[in-house]
């Protein structure tokens, strides 16, 4: 069987952040970086994680955090332009004060 690098894997690069501008390296675990570990913010360039589809580009907000049994912590963005929403599996060097921020009493 050969081996081909997925799009994902290609995709792991820092990139400086829109919303903070703090210079953000490629992910530690050599997983697709989708958003700032520092503010959490993302970009709106996904319509499916990692494909880099989307037209919008527009900043998306960190809007809360859901626990899923399977995949652990997920971070919840909402599009500040089309409202469009995204889940994404936390990073390990995410900030846990600004994550620990959106949780919301239950
Ligand atoms: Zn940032
Ligand atoms: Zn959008």
Same mark, same amino acid.
């Given at each position: 069987?050969?081996?081909?690098?997925?799009?994902?894997?290609?995709?792991?690069?820092?990139?400086?952040?829109? /919303?903070?501008?703090?210079?953000?390296?490629? /992910?530690?675990?050599?997983?697709?970086?989708? &958003?700032?570990?520092?503010?959490?913010?993302?970009? /709106?360039?996904?319509?499916?994680?990692?494909?880099?589809?989307?037209?919008?580009?527009?900043?998306?907000?960190?809007?809360?955090?859901?626990?899923?049994?399977?995949?652990?912590?997920?971070?919840? &963005?909402?599009?500040?332009?089309?409202?469009?929403?995204?889940?994404?599996?936390?990073?390990?060097?995410?900030?846990?004060?600004?994550?620990?921020?959106?949780?919301?009493?239950?």
């Amino acid at each position: 069987m050969s081996y081909a690098p997925t799009s994902r894997e290609q995709e792991n690069t820092g990139f400086r952040c829109a /919303h903070c501008g703090r210079e953000v390296p490629a /992910h530690p675990g050599g997983s697709y970086r989708n &958003h700032c570990p520092y503010c959490l913010w993302s970009v /709106h360039v996904d319509i499916a994680p990692g494909d880099r589809a989307a037209d919008c580009q527009a900043p998306m907000r960190p809007e809360a955090v859901d626990h899923s049994g399977k995949k652990g912590y997920i971070l919840i &963005h909402r599009c500040t332009v089309c409202g469009a929403v995204d889940r994404n599996k936390l990073a390990p060097d995410d900030d846990l004060d600004v994550l620990i921020s959106l949780q919301r009493p239950a």
